[in-house]
């Protein structure tokens, strides 16, 4: 078995199940030297006195000040005050008018909001503060403390209250502690780590401390009594359970874990569980979108532990290996591999969050290839302070490799080069731990010199109205639909049968989500130049039935199609299609939503792109559908 390219880091040859491709794995942790982990104070210092940050510190400090004119971040207490003093709707909310549970839902969701923003707010004012000394940085991030401090608990209950019902929430409706116990307590823990000693007033920190005493007992209690929906599922791989779990380790840390032994051991615990729970080389089952939160999430309780001499999850192989994950998403013409809720694809070169979490790893886990990815692939770390810093802590770089096969993720990525106009490919098969997934087994998207070509729909807001009806569905994806019959989403096996510089061939099945087919067989074969899929679809002998394919095309402009029968050719500016049928078709084309490449001016809440829907003529037992894909 040959390696699937030449890289100058360790690899490993692994059987992945299903798979029978090799997969990389990067640097074993048990290679890397650690460095020493300074915690944010001692960062601060660090960069505050390096001159060669001069420019970037000075734009740092202006962003901050820009915070000084907006208003502090106030919690509300009624339906109808959400949107005021900084708060968001969730807009599920309206859905449940005249339903007594539409207040709880709002206020709970209301809640991660506020406390993302004042995460996020108090952390630059407190960089802000002990770079410069400004009176008036410590005066708003007091403001902001005082009012905070009586946010108790930072989660309010009802997260899960999003269906309509006309029953009444009891009065001690207790779903748990949810994203905004994660969210609020590290903005907490960096405002009161990074502000010098003696610069906030005694007694608030004494009430920021019994707030965050409350905290801990709250977050122990719901695992000692299996109270939240996460817990009692036992699945540590979610967002969910992350959140609130990063929040334990880090109120413990502040209170000093000598008082809180117990609860810290249950948070480090569930990291571990979190981490140990994710794919091996580094996938994450939830998809890059949700990881951009929750990988970060662990991160930032592993830096935590690390500056306190605890290493285990710092060292975990997940957060060693998930930088080379994530790199491998970033598709040719800054496009995103976007499958499971990971909104749209386009990532420009100062794309904040992929710059953020990329950032991140470069400065707490010293991190090579996130280093190669912010130097080479994007504009440079992100704009705030966790940039700067890894600005001032400068380490080796690594790139990594144009293709990979991930099993937990069930995908096989390629890219012809690292260079934006190259071509890139991508097939999703299924896992059976995937979370925040799709209808989208088999799905291809193919990039030609940088131009989308084969796309997926994407993901919209969870508020907007098809998303279950379009945007998630098989109709989104360019996969098999059987419209007289019922599809899920289950495990699909990808056999991979070559990969490596010149393109790949791999087979794909996911017969298990159709209830209705014997088998559906995909196979795919590419190059820079193209992709050729052939599917094979089979019925019952007694039951034949009619079929549909979908092709999502990366463009809204005038598509032209020519045939009849069973070979049609299709063709546009940036590619060329042609089918060969084994049974009489029809090609049609439809306009469909697209929070994929976001072409034109939107229609209504969604942009548009053009979809060829390719449809059995009459009923079938076999059919068999080639299909190539060559841009122009």
Sequence with gaps: MKLLQKMSTVMMVIVLGTFSAIAIVGVAASAREAKPVLGWAALIDAARENADLATRRDKFVATAREILAKPIVKRVYRYEDIGKF?????????????????????????????????????????????????????????????????WSPLQRPGYTLYTPSPEPVPPDFNDGNWLATGS?????????????????????????????????????????????????????????????????IRACLVLGREQHPEEYELGVRNLLAALDSQGSEGEFHEGIGYANGTVKSMLHAAHAMAVDGDRRALDHPFLRRFPTWMAHHLQPGRFRINCFDAGGARTPRTDERSRGLLSLFALVADDPVARWMLDRQFSSPSDNHVGLLALATRGAQREP????????????????????????????????????????????????????????????????????????????????????????????????????????????????????????????????????????????????????????????????????????????????????????????????????????????????????????????????????????
């Design 184 to 248: 609020g307590i590290r903005g907490l823990a960096d405002v009161l780590q990074i502000m010098p000693a003696g610069s906030l007033p005694e007694p608030l920190v004494e009430r920021i401390h019994a707030l965050l005493r409350k905290e801990v007992a709250s977050i122990a209690d719901d695992w000692h009594t299996r109270r939240s929906w996460f817990i009692r599922a036992n699945n540590p791989r979610t967002n969910q359970w992350v959140l609130p779990t990063e929040g334990l």
């Design 401 to 632: 490799p144009c293709f990979a096969v991930y099993d937990s993720a069930r995908r096989v990525n390629w890219r012809e080069s690292w260079a934006d106009d190259a071509s890139g490919v991508w097939v999703r098969g299924g896992h059976r731990l995937d979370e925040h997934d799709h209808h989208d087994r088999g799905h291809v998207n193919f990039i030609y010199h940088g131009k989308p070509i084969l796309i997926e729909a994407g993901t919209p807001s969870y508020d907007n109205p098809r998303i279950h009806t379009v945007y998630s569905t098989v109709i989104g994806h360019n996969v098999l639909e059987v419209p007289s019959s019922n599809m899920k989403k289950a495990p699909a096996s990808i056999k991979v049968r070559r990969l490596d510089a010149s393109g790949g061939e791999v087979a794909v099945d996911p017969t298990a989500g159709y209830a209705a087919i014997q088998r559906w067989g995909r196979n795919v074969r590419w190059n820079a130049a193209g992709v050729d899929i052939v599917d094979e679809v089979l019925f019952a002998p007694d039951k034949p039935n009619i079929a549909v394919f979908r092709w999502h095309l990366g463009t809204r402009d005038e598509v032209t199609i020519s045939g009849a029968g069973t070979r049609f050719v299709i063709t546009w500016l940036d590619a060329r299609i042609t089918m060969e049928s084994s049974v009489p078709i029809t090609v049609a084309l439809e306009m469909l939503p697209d929070n994929t490449v976001n072409l034109g001016e939107k229609v209504g809440p969604d942009h548009l792109h053009r979809c060829l829907v390719v449809r059995t003529a009459g009923p079938f037992v076999a059919w068999t559908l080639k299909t190539s894909v060559a841009g122009r």
């Design 86 to 150: 900084r708060t968001w709707l969730d807009g599920r909310a309206r859905a449940l008018d005249g339903c007594p549970r539409q207040q709880w839902f709002a206020l709970a969701m209301s809640d991660p909001a506020a406390c993302c923003t004042i995460r996020r707010e108090l952390s630059l004012l407190a960089v802000a503060y002990r770079l410069t000394g400004e009176e008036g940085f410590k005066a708003h991030i007091i403001a902001q403390l005082e009012e905070t401090s009586r």
